[in-house]
């Protein structure tokens, strides 16, 4: 796959948008202004911005719980994200939905997701609806390692192979479901291996080096929009932060963190740049300085944005249906 | 009189029930070494080891149906759901399988299994971590469904329905984990399921609850006193089987009903002891039933939304005087 160097330098803004905005996320939990539950993404960069660099604004994306990630990559906007985080009507959910629900239908996205494994069989639904139009869309369906142990990852793939839908699987492997190691909740390594009892593609590659993310995605999704049908790529990756904010990580061995972040995929990138000339260390400055403006931005949005209305609570249940409040 | 939190009491049951009996097991989602999702299970893994204390991978069609299977077979496991929004997840193996066995079977098979399910909102955990399901259980026959509202109960009732022969639906209400309430150490001892308890004494009003809105109860109760409303506070604890004895007694004394729990209020549980009430009860009322439940939407992120949705002392105390306007 060809990619250019305005591709690069947008796959690694990308990278940037996602870092910066989960330690912001990070740095507003704790002081108190995120409510609820926040699983952050730092570490696993190049999962979402590889994929997502390989589809369209019209192609759809299924994400977890660990959603921001994929949903910045696929185009979301950093000041309604933030607002929603922070429970403000204008965010994306109007405070409705919070960090696990974010979803925005005019990018394909279609939402973040509370529920582990709930995204396998969505996007059986949205390949399905792909190929009933015949239109040469695509949908790449994001989940972790542990998801994989979800019958809905099975029936999934089943049902993705036996129609023949353009659905690319893509597995963050980080190696953890919550505190229970890969070893202990499934006695395989290779997740990709599964492929083959759905008679599908399967390939492991490093998650963590967003080139060759971007080429097995891109790949995938060419092999889809052709109608060859799905494939399962399994990105092995790290999550540096804990399961959720406020995890002590007393599961992890001594070294392990520090072992991955020594393969942080942002650095790796802006190494590939210099050497290969595609962006100056002055232009990279430039541009992280850029991102923190744009953090900042945001942060002010969501501060700015009016708590919502209580009335707003009765609405959106239903299409055509406003439900009854209370008096206190 | 010493003090215990709600997750400790129940802690301190499992504990008993597997130091007593070795065909007591515990599983699901990081219940090991981690301690639980909410730290329930706390020190179990250390002092029983892997055998007894297993971290399943996440596929809770697979812990249920586990508890199902290893009942079946003599064990007599507690499965824990890590939010009883996943129930949804294995409700098969819950609904036609725990629930039918022994009737299909022509009552030839015991399923002494617990289902623990952490319930409820409060945390700003949004639409899908912080429902009331219980209306789903307590619909199906088959199922026993123990809902506690303090450590004292949560003890006794899980040591019983640990051996009870039946599968028995635990529901643990996640804001109350903290909760420290008074423990009468001569009495922790199992407690017989379908026994409310009467949390408070009254003779105006009869607000019949459980779990977490036990406490908003109270507060509405003193509220109430304060406008020489005597309000009595009836703990169902267990929600089938129901106390209909302990409820009769209730509204022969006060002729005044209000319901409470933290369902949405279409379909709850709280309509169908609504209608018992009304059927069995009718002419022991003075003034219609009350109900107070969540709105009728999911559970919104905002905390200031979510907080509308749930119900709350104010609300409780509000239905009260509405019957004696
Ligand atoms: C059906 C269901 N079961 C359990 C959970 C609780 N839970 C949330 S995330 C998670 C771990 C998911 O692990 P993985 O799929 O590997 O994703 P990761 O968090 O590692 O990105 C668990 C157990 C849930 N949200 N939904
Ligand atoms: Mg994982």
């Known amino acids: ?328 | 009189m010493k003090k215990m939190t709600y997750a400790e009491g129940i802690r301190e049951a499992m504990r008993k029930k597997m130091q007593e009996d070795p065909s007591v097991l515990l599983f699901g989602e990081d219940v090991g070494k981690f301690g639980g999702c909410f730290g329930v299970s706390a020190g179990l893994w250390e002092e029983f080891g892997d055998d007894r204390v297993r971290d399943t991978p996440i596929s809770e069609g697979a812990i249920v149906g586990a508890a199902v299977g290893s009942a079946a077979c003599g064990l007599k496991p507690i499965a824990e759901l890590m939010f009883v929004d996943f129930l949804t997840v294995g409700m098969d193996q819950l609904v036609n399988q725990a629930a039918k066995m022994r009737y299909m079977f022509g009552g030839k098979i015991n399923l002494p299994m617990v289902l623990r399910v952490p319930s409820g909102g409060g945390v700003g955990a949004a639409a899908q971590h912080s429902q009331s399901l219980e209306a789903w259980v307590t619909h199906v026959p088959g199922l026993k469904v123990v809902y506690p509202s303090n450590a004292q109960d949560a003890y006794g009732l899980l040591m019983t329905a640990i051996d009870d022969q039946n599968p028995v639906v635990f529901v643990e209400n996640k804001m109350l984990y903290s909760a420290k309430t008074d423990v009468d150490e001569n009495e922790l001892k199992p407690i017989p399921l379908g026994k409310a308890r009467i949390a408070k004494d009254g003779t105006d009003v009869s607000i019949i609850t459980y779990g977490r809105q036990v406490f908003d109860a109270l507060t509405a109760a003193e509220a109430l006193a304060k406008e020489g409303i005597s309000a009595e506070v009836l703990d169902l604890r267990s929600l089938y089987p129901i106390d209909k004895e302990a409820i009769a007694q209730s509204v022969g004394k006060t002729h005044k009903v209000v319901l409470v729990s933290e369902e949405c209020k279409r379909g709850a549980y709280t309509g169908d002891i609504a209608a018992q009430i009304a059927e069995e009860y009718f002419y022991d009322l003075d003034a219609p039933i009350k109900r107070v439940g969540a709105l009728n939407t999911p559970v919104a992120f905002a905390t200031d939304l979510e907080s509308y949705i749930l119900p709350n002392a104010r609300d409780i105390e509000l239905a009260v005087k509405s019957l004696f306007d």
């Not at chain 1, 910066?20 to 911005?49: Q, R, S």
Request: with cysteine; proline share 3%; glycine share 10%.
């Open chain 1, 1 to 328: 796959m060809k990619i250019t160097n305005e591709q690069l330098k947008d796959m690694y803004l990308t990278m940037l948008k996602i870092r910066k905005f989960e330690k912001n996320a990070m740095d507003k939990f704790a002081e108190g202004k995120i409510p609820g539950f926040v699983h952050l993404y730092i570490g696993e960069e190049a999962c979402a911005t590889g994929a997502c660099a390989a589809l369209r604004v019209d192609d759809y994306i299924t994400s977890t719980h660990r959603g921001h990630g994929h949903i910045i990559a696929k185009g979301g906007d950093l000041n309604y994200m933030m607002a929603e985080l922070f429970g403000k009507s204008d965010g994306y959910c109007k405070g409705k939905g919070g960090s696990m629900h974010i979803a925005d239908a005019d990018k394909g996205i279609l939402g973040a997701n509370g529920i582990v494994g709930a995204g396998h069989n969505i996007a059986i639904g949205s390949g399905l609806a792909i190929k009933y139009r015949k239109t040469d869309q695509v949908c790449v369906c994001f989940f972790g390692d542990a998801s994989t142990n979800q019958s809905t990852f099975h029936e999934g793939l089943n049902l993705a192979s036996v129609w023949k839908l353009p659905v690319v699987f893509v597995c963050e492997n980080n190696g953890y479901g919550i505190s229970v190691s890969q070893k202990r909740h499934q006695a395989i390594t290779d997740i990709s291996v599964r492929a083959s009892a759905y008679n599908m593609p399967g390939i492991t590659i490093d998650g963590n080096d967003l080139f060759a993310v971007h080429e097995a995605v891109g790949e995938a999704v060419e092999r889809a929009r052709k109608g060859q049908g799905p494939t399962l790529i399994e990105c092995k990756t790290y999550r540096w932060r804990g399961h959720f904010e406020g995890d002590m990580t007393v599961y992890r061995p001594d070294g392990e963190l520090e072992a991955w972040m020594k393969k942080d995929p942002i650095p790796r990138v802006e190494k590939y740049f210099i050497e290969n000339n595609v962006m100056t260390q002055d232009e990279i400055n430039k541009l992280n300085a850029e991102v923190d403006k744009m953090i900042e931005e945001a942060n002010k949005f969501a501060v700015n944005s009016p708590a919502p209305s209580l009335e707003s609570a009765l609405e959106d249940v239903y299409s055509d249906i406003v439900e009854e409040g209370r008096v206190r």
